[in-house]
Each structure stands twice: as structure tokens, then as C-alpha cells.
């Protein structure tokens, strides 16, 4: 008798096609039955000094690597039993689990040792399957780990992941352990990068130091060739000679001392041209610009993203907005800016639209819309979360707040206590990142509010705080220092609020009117360090005079002190700041 194969010519009654949808998950699931209660099994695959009793051609199946050792003719292929050396017991019951029914655990604690058993056996799904879970764990704690199974194991994609995870996040990964592990080379490159995004070169110069001394014996001739690749013009001089000079690794070398005097004579001499890697500035590095975004001109609502850098007092182009929107509200969270609310081109009602920008990437990406359309809201950041409060739509104020958790996987907008008053365009304050203070601000009749509230995250509960020791015409600038929230109307006297005692109190400081430009409104305003910097805006009494000039007010001078006037003159705009990649900024 013949074996029957599909294409033999049987004559069979017409028919439909029957077809039973869980059938195959059925029959696999027996089969992952069988196999742990070893019914029908014929083949055992030892791992550790345990025993997996399995089916021959279920493994051929699923693996290549099982294929072609039944296919060849070795030892295993006659026998019923193979030895593994590839992983451990654990991780082999998750990767058999996954051969029988395509699902398999995967935690912190036994990836690595699945993803070697999933590489061993040319399980490329599950190995896929490791990686994304690598990807989507790294952290400033694992990311080198990361990186190096990556490396070994050959996956492309989380190499990439990896290496920009680091370049990404250099200044929190190198204050832990294993940075310090690093071979040589990788150490080398490492800091070598030009696009490393580096807070302080100095975090530089404090690693090789570290990593050089964690084994002094071994690596203390290899100091200078880490030391070659320090951008040494890029730190401050005071600390030059303060304490890269009086190094002892330093002072030992005639190389790095070289280095040293190389970029002294580089500041005394500026105009002379030279190739010297330690004199030219990473294209990496953070840097602290005034980032103000959108806003109406005189052709009407924008989508710019503008950005004043501080130390060269000059304006950059970054990736514009994804619409044209004013009236909107900004703040910065764990290093990316997020804008929320505002009016969108051509309408004349609130949006819902939220959007972060990366400055990593300089790109710009939606994020999940608020429930409520909002224009002149107030955004901020606080334990982790955004919170917008309050703004307006169709001339109702509101005092709704709603709050979207970042690390929460709904990654919905959601309702929390409503403010006690309604308003908008106020400003905000952030205390101990648990309180968050809502101030003055317009209420019903476009009149400016003088009360204060205090929410706290925790609780979920708003408070009145008691009145202030003085009336606003106008939104104040408010300012946190040392855990006291400082608000200020130009033309006004600085009053302080004590959070702790409850209690306001005048200052002895009196901010001036910006003489130069006009009693502004609806501008952009945000606190640099010592500074609040204004730009925009449009004048009180005169809403057809606009203002195209930037100032900032420090604190210790008392005047407004003009800067570099931006390149769009807005109105309704928005500005915060930012930490970006100098080459962004260019």
C-alpha cells in the first residue's frame, strides 16, 4: 500500500471547508501537556543536572538548531537524549514553554539567561522577544549590560538602542559602579564621542580619574591616552588649575601635562588655529537655552521653536511645533518639554492637544490629548506627573485639573480635585515636587485674581492660602528659592511667600517698569538661574503695539537689561528652559 500525499487524485464527495480556529492552540497545548507529564515523549534534554522530557519533532519544528542536529549524524541524532550547556534550568523551561506554545516569562532576573538559550538554539522569535524587553528595561544602571549583550549576541537594533541610551544619558550613568568595569577601548570611545551629551566636561575628567584609580596597577599607564580625548577648553579655568593641575595621575604624566599647557596657551592666544581635539567643544554637549515656542504674529498664529542661547547671547531655529497654536502652556519634565492646550490656526475655540519634544532628537511627538480643551492653562510638573489646570474655552473658565502619569501603561489623561477658583493664564510654583501652587491668574471678567491655592499630589486636595500682603494689576512672575515662592509685578514691590509658616511678607525689593519697552502683557516669561527672562507681548493699554524686544531682571541689580531681540515678535507665545545639544543650536 502507497502513503497518501496531498497531490495524490483521490475522488471525494463535494464538500465545504471545515475549519476550526483554535485548533492549533488546542493541539499545542496537549502536546505542552504531554511534555510535562512526559506521555509520548522521546527525547530528554538535560540542562544543569535536570531532565526535559520533550518531543522530538516538536523541537525540529520550531528550532533549526534542533533540525539539523536530528538531520546530521552525530551522537544525539541516535539517541534519545541531549546535554546543553547554553543556559540554565530556569531559562530552559521558559524557552521549551516557548517552543510548545509561543509564550514564555521574561523577567530582570532570567533574560540574559533565556536570550543565550534562544540564540543557542536559533530561536529567533524569542530572541527578538529578549531584546525588546532589554530595550524597553534600559536604565543609567544596566545600559553598559545592555550594550554588551547586545555586542555579543549580534541584535543590531539594541545596539543602537543602547548606544544612544548612553550617549543620551552619560551624566546619570557614570555615577554608578558599572561604568567602572569597562575595558579600555570601550572606555576610550566612550568618551571620545562627539555627541555625547555631556552637562559638565569635568563629569568627564572625574570618570577617567575614577576608572584609572579602580585599578590603579593595571590601568595607570593607559590615563593618558583617556585624558587625550577631554575637551580640555571646555573647562572652566578655575577648575583647571584647581584640580585637574594638581592631579596626581596628572602631574605623573609629561604627556597630560602637555595636554594642560596646550589649552593654556590656547586662551592666551584664541586666534591661533589649531586641530587639537581637546580644543574644540563636543557637538553633544547640553546647553542651557530660553526656549520660546509659538505664539501669533502679524501673520497671524506660528508653529516656532526658538531657542536663546545663554552664552552666546544668540537665537537658533529647532523643529518647529507639529501645528500653529498660541495661548498655550509649557514645562519640562525628566528633561523633554511638553506643551499642552492653547488655540490652534484658523479656530477660535480651546484644543486638547498635547505634544513633548525630545531635545535629544530635536523632534517633536504627540502625546495622548487632554479630556478637556484649554487655552491659557497652566501645565507643571510634579512627582513624575503633568498637571493641567484651569484655561479657558468658548469664554468659560475653568477649574478642572486633570493629570497624565508617564510610567502609568494607560497613559491617559485623568481628573484629579478641581481648583477651589476658576482661571487662566496664571502662574504656577512647584514646592518640595508635592505641592503645586496656583496664582493670581484672570477669572470670570477678565479680572486679575489675587488669591493663591495650594494642591497637594499626595492627597489629592487644593487649600486656600491665606491673602496676600498686596494687590496685582497684572499676573505676577513667580520665582521658587531655598523652598519660598517669590512673585513679582514689574513697577511692584517682591512679596514672599513661607509655605512652612504660611505667611507672606514684602521684600525691600522693588522690580522697575521695563521703561524701554512698555507696561507688557501676554508674554513669554521664564526663570534662568538668577534671571527672569520676558519676551514678546503686547502693551496694555494699546493692544495694536507689540512688542519685538527680549529683557531680563536679576535680582541683585534691580534693572531690566536688554538682550538679543528675537527674530519672530509674538504675541501669546510660551517659554521655558531647556537643556539642548549644542548642535541643534547652530
Request: some cysteine; glycine content about 6%.
Amino acid at each position: 500500500m502507497s502513503d497518501y500525499s496531498p497531490g495524490s487524485s483521490v475522488s471525494l464527495p463535494s464538500a465545504g471547508e471545515a475549519c476550526q480556529p483554535d485548533h492549533c492552540a488546542e493541539i499545542l497545548g496537549r502536546l505542552q501537556w504531554q511534555r510535562r507529564e512526559g506521555r509520548f515523549t522521546d527525547m530528554v534534554v538535560s540542562v544543569g543536572g535536570w531532565d526535559f522530557h520533550a518531543h522530538r519533532n516538536v523541537l525540529a519544528a520550531c528550532s533549526p538548531y534542533f533540525d539539523a542536529l536530528y538531520d546530521s549524524n552525530m551522537t544525539e541524532s541516535q539517541t534519545n537524549h541531549i546535554a546543553l550547556t547554553c543556559t540554565t534550568p530556569a531559562a530552559m523551561e521558559q524557552v521549551l514553554d516557548f517552543i510548545y506554545t509561543g509564550r514564555a516569562v521574561i523577567n530582570e532576573g532570567n533574560v540574559e539567561d533565556v536570550l543565550r538559550g534562544a540564540d543557542h538554539l536559533m530561536l529567533e522569535r524569542l530572541r527578538a522577544r529578549c531584546a525588546d524587553f532589554l530595550g524597553n528595561h534600559i536604565t543609567a544602571g544596566n545600559c553598559l549590560g545592555v550594550r554588551s549583550l547586545a555586542s555579543v549576541y549580534n541584535i543590531q537594533d539594541l545596539l543602537d538602542t543602547s548606544k544612544r541610551f548612553i550617549q543620551n544619558n552619560f551624566n546619570d550613568m557614570v555615577q554608578g559602579e558599572e561604568v567602572l568595569q569597562l575595558p579600555f577601548g570601550q572606555l576610550r570611545d566612550l568618551i571620545a564621542d562627539d555627541r555625547l551629551r555631556v552637562l559638565r566636561e569635568e563629569t568627564v575628567f572625574e570618570l577617567i580619574v575614577r576608572w584609572t584609580r579602580h585599578d590603579i596597577q593595571h590601568r595607570r599607564h593607559l590615563f593618558p591616552r583617556l585624558m587625550s580625548q577631554i575637551r580640555l577648553a571646555e573647562i572652566d579655568r578655575e577648575y583647571l588649575l584647581d584640580r585637574v593641575e594638581t592631579e596626581e595621575l596628572v602631574g605623573q604624566s609629561p604627556k597630560c601635562k602637555g595636554y594642560l599647557m596646550e589649552v593654556f596657551e590656547n586662551s592666551n592666544y584664541p586666534d591661533c588655529l589649531t586641530v587639537s581635539p581637546r580644543l574644540i567643544p563636543r557637538q553633544g554637549r547640553l546647553i542651557t537655552a530660553v526656549i520660546v515656542l509659538g505664539g501669533k504674529s502679524k501673520k497671524g498664529r506660528i508653529s516656532s521653536t526658538l531657542a536663546y542661547v545663554l552664552e552666546e547671547q544668540r537665537w537658533a531655529s529647532l523643529a518647529p511645533l507639529p501645528c500653529k497654536v498660541c495661548s498655550h502652556s509649557v514645562t519640562v519634565l525628566d528633561g523633554c518639554l511638553y506643551v499642552a492646550g492653547g488655540k490652534l490656526s484658523r479656530t477660535t475655540t480651546s484644543n486638547r492637544a498635547v505634544y513633548m519634544y525630545d531635545p535629544f532628537s530635536n523632534t517633536w511627538q504627540g502625546m495622548p490629548d487632554m479630556q478637556t480643551p484649554r487655552a491659557y492653562p497652566a501645565l507643571a510638573a510634579c512627582d513624575g506627573r503633568l498637571f493641567a489646570m484651569g484655561g479657558e474655552n468658548g469664554g468659560v473658565i475653568h477649574n478642572s485639573v486633570e493629570c497624565l502619569d508617564l510610567s502609568s501603561s494607560s497613559k491617559k489623561w485623568a481628573f484629579v480635585a478641581p481648583m477651589r477658583t476658576g482661571r487662566c493664564l496664571f502662574e504656577t510654583a512647584t514646592v518640595d515636587d508635592r505641592f503645586i501652587y496656583a496664582i493670581s491668574g484672570l477669572k470670570e471678567g477678565n479680572i486679575v485674581s489675587s488669591s493663591v491655592e495650594m494642591y497637594d499630589t499626595v492627597c489629592d486636595r487644593w487649600r486656600n492660602v491665606p491673602p496676600g500682603i498686596s494687590r496685582f494689576h497684572y499676573v505676577p512672575v513667580a520665582r521658587v528659592i531655598k523652598g519660598n515662592i517669590y512673585l513679582f509685578v514689574e513697577g511692584s514691590d517682591v512679596v514672599r511667600y513661607s509655605p512652612r509658616e504660611d505667611t507672606w511678607e514684602a521684600t525691600n525689593e522693588r522690580v522697575p517698569v521695563m521703561h524701554f519697552s512698555g507696561q507688557r502683557v501676554l508674554y513669554a516669561c521664564c526663570v534662568v538661574g538668577e534671571e527672569t527672562f520676558v519676551c514678546g507681548g503686547r502693551d496694555l493699554h494699546n493692544q495694536a503695539k507689540v512688542f519685538s524686544t527680549a529683557c531680563t531682571y536679576r535680582r541683585g541689580d534691580r534693572r531690566w537689561r536688554p538682550v538679543s531681540a528675537p527674530p519672530i515678535t509674538t504675541v501669546a507665545s510660551a517659554a521655558c528652559v531647556l537643556r539642548v545639544p549644542y548642535e541643534y543650536l547652530q
